[in-house]
């Protein structure tokens, strides 16, 4: 069994690395596509400038359109790049893991309670404590949620039948569960954000409840593009 759950951590880590070699290469191909395209942007509206003005406008602005489209792709390869880099790790965490080597999971040694009525004595937290080797949390939430469920215990037999079915299919599921892993790790989180987080959602908007910035924000990319029309049409200057 262990030499089947290394191999798998093993596969999983190789393809997850041969997928990063080829989006890194999609990522230097568009650096010099935007490079080349800003260049473009900048120079070849001058050479028609004198000569045509409207065919310049046309230009910049699909030169422009083009330009702001890969910046987009860009971005969107780059959180890409972070999220596979994110596999990678968990998948070689985990083969270190299977050999012994935990260093890279948290011991839980803030939650460690000399006054607790087990946990100190049976070491729940600390180096090579059971904490130690199950934590696979990736948010400061997460690991308090993880350690009130070790420092108190199911009170019923149906909370932990609920528990034992809940980490049956999750023990079914370890692509989700590393998928799961990699997107917490993305976005990193400090102390106090997720109380933030969820005083930001529970405040009434500021902004849906302000009638002349709804109706600006409507009409502003209107007239915006309707002046645009009008100048390439050389009906105003």
């Given at each position: 069994?262990?030499d089947?759950?290394?191999?798998f951590?093993?596969k999983?880590h190789a393809?997850?690395s041969d997928?990063?070699?080829?989006?890194?290469r999609?990522?230097?191909?568009?650096?010099?596509?935007?490079?080349?395209l800003f260049?473009?942007m900048?120079?070849?509206?001058l050479?028609?400038?004198s000569e045509?003005l409207?065919l310049?406008?046309?230009?910049?602005?699909?030169l422009?359109?083009?330009?702001?489209?890969?910046?987009?792709r860009?971005?969107?390869?780059e959180?890409?790049s972070r999220?596979?880099?994110c596999?990678i790790?968990i998948?070689?965490?985990?083969?270190e893991?299977?050999?012994g080597?935990l260093?890279?999971?948290?011991?839980?040694?803030?939650?460690i309670?000399?006054?607790?009525?087990y946990?100190y004595?049976?070491?729940?937290?600390g180096p090579d404590?059971?904490f130690h080797?199950?934590?696979?949390?990736s948010?400061?939430?997460g690991k308090d949620?993880?350690?009130?469920?070790?420092l108190k215990?199911?009170g019923?037999?149906s909370?932990?039948?609920?528990r034992?079915k809940?980490?049956?299919?999750?023990?079914?599921?370890?692509?989700?569960?590393?998928?799961?892993?990699?997107t917490?790790?993305?976005?990193k989180e400090?102390?106090?954000?997720?109380v933030s987080i969820?005083?930001?959602?529970?405040s009434?908007?500021?902004f849906?409840?302000?009638?002349?910035?709804?109706?600006?924000?409507k009409l502003?990319?209107?007239?915006?593009l309707g002046?645009?029309?009008?100048?390439?049409?050389?009906?105003?200057?």
């Amino acid at each position: 069994m262990p030499d089947t759950v290394l191999n798998f951590y093993k596969k999983k880590h190789a393809g997850y690395s041969d997928q990063l070699k080829k989006i890194k290469r999609r990522q230097r191909i568009f650096v010099f596509l935007r490079l080349a395209l800003f260049f473009l942007m900048v120079f070849l509206p001058l050479v028609f400038f004198s000569e045509n003005l409207l065919l310049a406008i046309v230009i910049f602005i699909l030169l422009l359109t083009s330009f702001l489209f890969l910046v987009k792709r860009h971005t969107a390869i780059e959180k890409q790049s972070r999220y596979i880099s994110c596999l990678i790790q968990i998948n070689l965490q985990e083969i270190e893991a299977l050999r012994g080597n935990l260093r890279s999971f948290d011991e839980g040694t803030d939650y460690i309670d000399p006054h607790h009525q087990y946990s100190y004595d049976l070491d729940i937290f600390g180096p090579d404590s059971l904490f130690h080797y199950i934590n696979r949390c990736s948010t400061l939430s997460g690991k308090d949620t993880l350690a009130t469920m070790l420092l108190k215990p199911a009170g019923g037999a149906s909370e932990i039948t609920r528990r034992q079915k809940t980490f049956r299919e999750l023990g079914k599921k370890p692509g989700f569960c590393q998928h799961f892993l990699a997107t917490g790790r993305v976005y990193k989180e400090e102390w106090g954000d997720h109380v933030s987080i969820l005083k930001y959602i529970n405040s009434p908007s500021g902004f849906t409840r302000n009638y002349p910035l709804m109706l600006a924000s409507k009409l502003l990319p209107v007239l915006t593009l309707g002046m645009l029309v009008v100048m390439i049409a050389v009906i105003v200057p």
